[in-house]
């Protein structure tokens, strides 16, 4: 059964700061990775795919990047914002019907101006 | 791209209405939606899966007779809560996905719907 950890659960930085968000899965049999990012009361916005045979994804300052060997996943935030406060969640999505998502409970960040 | 309009975004009303609850792919055909279902603090939580002019797919534990989805074009899925509870209180949000080869398309989220039953 596929879970998903991410670490940490809360994050705070001054702003400026490089930082990376870890997310880990147990079944490297997986389709493909995505990360999300929400803010307190919305909904989802998709922010990067990683298809299983890639190795990244770049998105402006956000590039996420995928290991299946080692079950890992890190979403890297280059030269953050106080804008980029919110949680961000991994989800990795199954082989087999459907593609479910199965979630990481989220990194919650904060960007201090 | 990919916009997912959710409707309503927020309901209040009393214990033992139905709600109904609206999903919608502005920019795409969705051949799959989602709905799930969010507590303070927690991961979202996946109620049901739904393909375009089929039966709902309901996860163990979900009444499907207490929340019916249709889904009935490639636009559009309804989720309606019936005769609905305080502990039906929560964050109801909808995910859609166009399914095209075998890379696979990511899910596009609505906004939610924020619903109080008093």
């Known amino acids: 059964k596929q879970e998903v950890t991410q670490i940490p659960a809360a994050l705070s930085v001054p702003e400026g700061e490089n930082l990376v968000l870890n997310c880990s899965f147990t079944?490297?049999?997986?389709?493909?990775l995505q990360w999300f990012r929400q803010d307190p009361g919305k909904g989802l916005t998709s922010l990067l795919l990683?298809?299983?045979s890639q190795r990244e994804q770049t998105s402006g300052r956000l590039n996420a990047s995928l290991d299946k060997s080692s079950g890992r996943s890190t979403l890297y935030i280059a030269a953050s914002q106080p804008g980029d406060s919110a949680t961000y969640l991994c989800a990795a999505i199954n082989a087999g019907n459907n593609r479910k998502l199965i979630w990481g409970l989220g990194t919650s960040l904060a960007v201090n101006p | 791209g990919a916009v997912v309009s959710q409707h309503p975004s927020w309901v209040i009303c009393k214990s033992g209405t139905s709600v109904k609850i609206e999903c919608r792919s502005l920019?795409?055909?969705?051949?799959?939606m989602f709905w799930y279902r969010q507590f303070p603090k927690q991961s979202l939580m996946l109620m049901a899966t739904s393909n375009e002019g089929s039966k709902a797919t309901y996860e163990q534990g979900v009444e499907k007779d207490k929340f019916l989805i249709n889904h009935a074009s490639l636009t559009l899925s309804t989720l309606t809560v019936t005769s609905a509870h305080p502990e039906d209180s929560s964050f109801y949000i909808c995910?859609?996905?166009?399914?095209?080869?075998?890379?696979?398309?990511?899910?596009?989220f609505g906004d939610g719907t924020r619903l109080s039953i008093l």
């Open positions: 079944d490297s049999a997986i389709y493909n």
């Open positions: 990683i298809q299983s």
């Open positions: 920019d795409f055909q969705a051949t799959t």
């Open positions: 995910s859609a996905r166009d399914w095209v080869g075998q890379g696979g398309q990511p899910q596009h």
